[in-house]
């Protein structure tokens, strides 16, 4: 098999970082797409050590001419590419009533409008060389649901449901559309984040930072995923257990058992929080 050319957004840090370093080992060339110039050039360096080819393009999400620009520069320079990963992503978190519509903004404009934007302005070209793969980063949020997190869930189910779209309308131009859904790792997410209180930043940071596994873990079942052709990539055996619950135990069973589970954790910082004081 010739080397293939991958294209990963946000993949300067955390996720994206280690799928870019999984793709490297294995002989692809990789360009980074990422907002970050002084992460996007360390993380070239460490990937130009293991030997292949590797190019930072300053890349927001938000704005479909920087992705435009990033598949310019693929095609004048490695003539295409091969997979496309759309992982750049925020959080939001807090109460529905407390979040700002600018902050629904964001985490749409970025979180789902991001995705889109990299799955249309690639699809024609990977049309025009009669294949290849579309990766796009949701999470176990776009499948079960936690409270006081509507804006994230609602934009990661959002991609989900895009990518499961997608599998049908381009299976006929031999293009591959995976779904990753990771649930809780140790990243970066919770430090850009924007939460409408300070009880809900300290959950999810919580979660995030006492997570069992980091991102070099999640990437490579991505990455073994990904080559195995797969269509949802669940990262997390206690996640894929809780989503088959949902999918086969009657919805009224289910929420009862999700009600007592979340009662149970409020219980838990309820406690830690009076400690506290």
Not at 14 to 34: P, Q, T
Not at 125 to 136: D, P, S, T, Y
Request: a positive charge; hydrophobic letters at 45%.
């Amino acid at each position: 098999m010739k080397p293939q050319r991958v294209f990963i957004t946000g993949g300067a840090s955390g996720l994206g970082r280690e799928l870019a370093l999984c793709y490297a080992r294995a002989g692809a060339s990789v360009l980074i797409g990422d907002i970050d110039a002084e992460r996007g050039a360390a993380i070239i360096k460490d990937l130009q050590q293991t030997g292949v080819k590797a190019h930072y393009v300053p890349c927001d999400v938000r704005q479909e001419g920087d992705i435009e620009c990033a598949a310019v520069w693929l095609r004048a320079n490695w003539g295409g590419v091969d997979i496309v990963i759309n992982n750049a992503g925020v959080a939001q978190m807090g109460p529905i009533a407390d979040i700002s519509l600018d902050d629904w903004q964001w985490v749409v404009d970025i979180n789902l409008l991001g995705v889109v934007r990299g799955c249309k302005v690639f699809t024609p070209m990977l049309r025009e060389q009669a294949g290849g793969k579309i990766v796009n980063v949701a999470s176990m949020a776009g499948l079960l649901y936690l409270p006081k997190a509507a804006a994230y869930n609602a934009t990661k189910a959002a991609v989900v449901a895009l990518s499961e779209t997608l599998q049908l309308e381009l299976a006929a131009d031999n293009i591959q559309v995976t779904v990753a859904c990771p649930a809780f790792f140790r990243t970066d997410l919770a430090k850009h984040m924007r939460a409408s209180d300070a009880e809900s930043e300290r959950f999810t940071k919580r979660l995030v930072e006492r997570a069992r596994v980091g991102p070099e873990e999640i990437a490579g079942k991505i990455f073994d995923g990904v080559a195995r052709g797969e269509t949802h990539i669940l990262t997390h055996a206690d996640s894929r257990k809780a989503w088959r619950m949902k999918r086969y135990l009657p919805y009224a069973w289910y929420l009862s058992l999700i009600r007592r589970q979340v009662a149970r954790i409020e219980a838990r910082m309820q406690k830690r929080k009076e400690v506290a004081v």
